[in-house]
């Protein structure tokens, strides 16, 4: 695949001028700011400032009981806010060996693929918008509602639905007959919808001339560059996590990979993973098994530095931390998928026009509230200062 | 009514400031602007990127420190009248990110209540409020336009 | 007719024409927007809204001074473009085709160039807070390429725009020739007496029919191929809006317009998407804007409404275009021109 590509050798050369765009700009959904380095149209390079929305999140968990710790981890990021409950309790369950009743862990699943849902439909609704395609992306936006108003019902809140707790899951958010139903159906409905969606933007003669053959990343590049989760399997790079997960392990579904690496394969490899999702959540429905939803049986105690992964909608995210001998949360790390993301995102838009780089850019599908760090190497030693030292110590362009 | 207020109650422009929460509100804003379930032009209100356009400023989410002079300087280009509705918890006070802090203390990273940093005409609290309450709020910063000179 | 009453008629049919085409087309994107919507299954704004209202509200915004390089200049090449597009729309009115050359095809053509020249003014003047110069720490030790030269989003649109008039005008010159040539003139009443050579001779009441539209002869009905989608790039409408795509440029030049001169610059905008529509109108049909014989005035008012209503369809349907595809749709759009320039001469 590099071969194909000969825009992309490393070569020296002249930029002709910067564009910069953002904080606050129509493409991006987020704050950050996206440097291109531009000849003519042509993008030689680009670089991406995501430390914009820097709230310090990691330094907050530190010394916080366990359970209020997981108000914030759901805060970490508005889109995939199930992923970071989820994987939070997945820590300490896995250092302290809590056991989790299987029901529970079932609802888990159904509420990390409705979520998985809502932020692969908001992909399309954010690409089609850069794209300049209304119609599809308010198409998209609608929906994308089956499954927020299903989260609310689960949970009782459109965004933060806060299932996970230590040991199951809110008692609230179990399934009761009715909501089963209700879910079956409305997965039936979107299923048609959402067919009939895909179908017509497959067919769209210029939206297919816009993403074809735009932003390459080859499997070479993904795996040198770190792209993970549907921005890695669009590039060939065959990898996902859910196959290890013991949370997945009863249901059976297909790992979407595709070869050609370019922005029309990682929409339709996310195209494609939203029929998996329906699959697996028809299984957990279905197969529900009885039982109680939460295990009470545990006590925060002294907990070694532990990791958790889990494959999420963007691709891997880890969180590790240790309790100390009071159950006080210390040293909270989060790597969030998107991090790994980035390197891949500023190397896929080079050679492409200015406009075509920022589609490229948003179907890596960037989210990047969660990665902000900032390491300074003085006189060989490291250490972590935060942006706003930075910026005391060398100062601030106007 | 005079024609002025008519107009003002007529066409009303908003742009949202992302200001850095966890961007849960900035997608329900979005929603309230995108999804045709909610469809905030039907309520006249239309959706700009431009300060220079704009009416109405909405932001979400808590000030981090890098999108402070942005703000102040976005709110300074938006021409009189202007009402800024604040949308979320993040703005109004802070949220977790503010008020649950661990051994920190305080959160120096956090600009939070913009009532410090702007004057603040509408708040919708909520974490994220849902996008009814975002058009009922962003409708509600109308009156101070059109009393307004 | 004595030069004297010629002169107040003239100035008269002029002065009704752009205050009822203005009012008029301040309403025409409301429907735009209420079409659009409703292909987007949603109600939509009200249809004064986006148009009447939206300009009234910017008049009584407070004046604020642009941030442009030279802020005169700037403030001045929105009037102008109101100016040249109220012109424009007077080659659709009967009492100007006496005047000189204003009643031929080279008019019309030269004031289209200024007024793609004017967005390369603007762009090249606006400095918008949005691009380079927002406060942001992105400058750092690490950071890449220190030193290059930072443009401000607005200068790029002015570069794409410069493209644009070098290739994006080209099919709306070639459509607009066709008429001519089926009329065999340079003159606009020849080519609307051979479509409706009854106008001349109609009373002020009367409601004179064309006989024979070029629209629908086969270099006619060829010709609006290239005649709409010009009219979408000259109006920077999507798929062609590369020069004020909102995902890279946000608006382009007209970024710093506020209050009133926003307020002008929407009254530009809508006056060309009504005038280039009337133009059609007379041209293509033969159904001149005519303030004098108020039916054929009303119902040339009413076809007008057709090239905006496919415009907002079009829009609805499409997504941006890069110069990757402009250029090759653009060379197509001039070769269909060309063929039905061809088909005319052979009439
Ligand atoms: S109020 Fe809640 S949902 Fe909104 S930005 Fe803040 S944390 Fe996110």
Redesign the pocket.
């Known amino acids: 695949m590099a071969s194909q590509n000969p825009v992309k050798q490393k070569e020296v050369v002249e930029i002709e001028k910067e564009l910069s765009f953002g904080p606050i700009h129509p493409a991006l959904l987020e704050p950050y700011r996206i440097r291109l380095f531009v000849n003519d149209e042509y993008v030689e390079d680009c670089e991406l400032t995501v430390n914009v929305a820097y709230r310090g999140i990691e330094k907050l968990f530190e010394g916080l009981p366990i359970e209020r710790a997981l108000v914030i981890a759901e ?1 970490v990021c ?1 889109i995939c806010s199930n992923v970071h409950a989820f994987n939070a309790v997945r820590v300490i369950e896995g250092g302290l060996n809590i056991e989790v009743p299987t029901r529970a862990s079932y609802i888990r699943v159904l509420v990390h693929e409705i979520q998985r849902m809502t932020s692969h439909l908001l992909f399309f609704g954010h690409a089609f918008e850069v794209l300049g395609h209304e119609t599809f992306a308010m198409r998209s936006f609608l929906l994308r509602e089956t499954f927020m108003d299903l989260m609310a019902y689960i949970g009782g809140n459109r ?2 639905a806060s299932v996970p707790i230590i040991g199951g899951i809110r008692p609230r958010a179990d399934l009761t007959e009715p909501l089963k139903k209700t879910i079956l159906s409305r997965l039936d409905e979107f299923e048609d919808k959402y067919t009939d969606y895909v179908n017509r933007i497959m067919a769209d003669p210029m939206v297919m001339s816009r993403l074809t053959g735009v932003g390459l990343l080859s499997k070479d590049e993904a795996i040198k560059w770190y792209a993970t989760g549907p921005t890695g399997r669009a590039s060939g790079w065959d990898f996902d996590l859910r196959r290890d997960m013991k949370e997945y392990k009863p249901f059976d579904f297909k790992v979407i990979v595709l070869n050609e690496g370019d922005n029309k394969a990682r929409v339709v490899a996310r195209a494609l993973e939203i029929f998996e999702s329906i699959k697996i959540m028809r299984q957990v429905v279905k197969n529900l098994p009885e039982g109680p939803v939460v295990n009470r049986q545990w006590i925060a105690g002294k907990m070694d530095y532990t990791i958790a992964y889990i494959e999420t909608y963007r691709g891997e995210l880890m969180h590790s931390y240790g309790l100390d001998e009071h159950g006080l949360i210390r040293n909270y790390k989060i790597r969030t998928p998107t991090i790994t993301n980035l390197a891949a995102m500023e190397q896929a838009c080079i050679g492409d026009h200015v406009t075509d780089a920022m589609v490229t850019i948003a179907s890596c599908d960037p989210c990047l509230t969660c990665c902000t760090r900032a390491e300074v190497v003085e006189k060989g030693r490291s250490r972590v200062m935060t942006d706003q030292e930075v910026v005391r110590n060398y100062g601030w362009r106007h | 009514m005079s024609l002025k207020a008519r107009s003002r109650r007529n066409a009303i422009h908003a742009m949202l400031f992302y200001s850095g ?6 997608i ?1 804003v979005a929603n309230a602007l995108l999804s045709p379930r909610y469809d905030l032009e039907q309520y006249k209100v239309l959706f700009t990127w431009n300060p220079r356009e704009a009416d109405v400023l909405i932001v ?3 000030i981090a420190w890098q999108l402070l002079e942005p703000l102040k300087k976005i709110y300074s280009m938006i021409p009189n009248p202007k009402a800024v509705v604040a ?4 703005p109004i006070n802070g ?3 503010k008020n649950l802090v661990g051994d920190i203390g305080v959160n120096e990273d956090i600009f939070a209540p913009l009532d410090n940093i702007i004057p603040v005409d509408v708040k919708v609290p ?3 409020p849902r996008p009814e309450d975002i058009l009922e709020g962003v409708v509600k910063g109308v009156p101070k336009l059109v009393e307004a000179p | 007719m004595d030069t004297i009453s010629f002169t107040l008629l003239l100035i008269a049919s002029s002065v009704i024409a752009i205050v009822i085409a203005t009012l008029y087309s301040l309403v025409l994107p409301g429907i735009e927007r209420k079409v659009q919507a409703r292909i987007q299954q949603r109600i939509g704004p009200p249809i004064l809204t986006p148009g009447f209202w939206s300009v009234i509200k910017f008049t009584y915004k407070e004046k604020v001074e642009p941030i442009a390089q030279m802020p005169r200049l700037y403030k001045c090449s929105v009037y102008l473009g109101v100016v040249v597009v109220a012109f424009l729309l007077l080659f659709s009115t009967p009492y100007w085709w006496a005047v000189l050359s204003w009643g031929s095809i080279l008019g019309i053509v030269g004031l289209l160039k200024i007024e793609e020249v004017i967005y390369v003014f603007m762009g090249s003047q606006s400095q918008s807070i949005l691009s380079t110069s927002m406060p942001m720490p992105d400058l750092a030790k690490g950071s890449k390429h220190i030193g290059t030269r930072r443009e401000f989003v607005e200068q790029h649109s002015a570069e794409r725009a410069i493209k644009m008039m070098a290739i994006g005008s080209l099919p709306i010159y070639l459509a607009l020739i066709v008429p001519f040539v089926v009329g065999k003139s340079i003159l606009i009443s020849d080519v609307v007496s051979f479509q409706n050579p009854a106008f001349f001779s109609a009373p002020w009441y009367g409601l004179p029919l064309p006989s024979h539209p070029i629209l629908f002869t086969v270099p006619g009905f060829l010709a609006t191929i290239p005649f709409f989608l010009g009219y979408t790039i000259l109006l920077n409408e999507k798929p062609f809006s590369i020069l004020k795509a909102k995902i890279d440029v946000i608006e382009g030049g007209v970024l710093e317009y506020a209050s009133t001169l926003r307020a002008a610059y929407y009254v530009m905008r809508n006056l060309l998407l009504f005038a280039l529509s009337s133009i059609f109108v007379t041209l293509f049909i033969g159904i001149p804007f005519d303030p004098f014989t108020p039916f054929v005035f009303l119902l040339n008012m009413l076809l007008s409404i057709i090239l905006p209503v496919c415009l907002a369809v079009l829009v609805a349907f499409s997504p941006i275009l890069t110069f990757r595809q402009i250029y090759p749709v653009a060379i197509g759009l001039s070769a269909i021109g060309v063929l039905a320039m061809i088909l005319a001469v052979s009439i």
Not at chain 2, 21 to 26: E, F, I, K, L, T
Not at chain 2, 87 to 90: A, L, P
């Open positions: 805060k508005g965004v933060m | 929460g966890c961007n849960g509100c900035d329900e979400s989410g808590i949308i979320g918890s993040c949220n977790v990110y909520g974490c994220p």
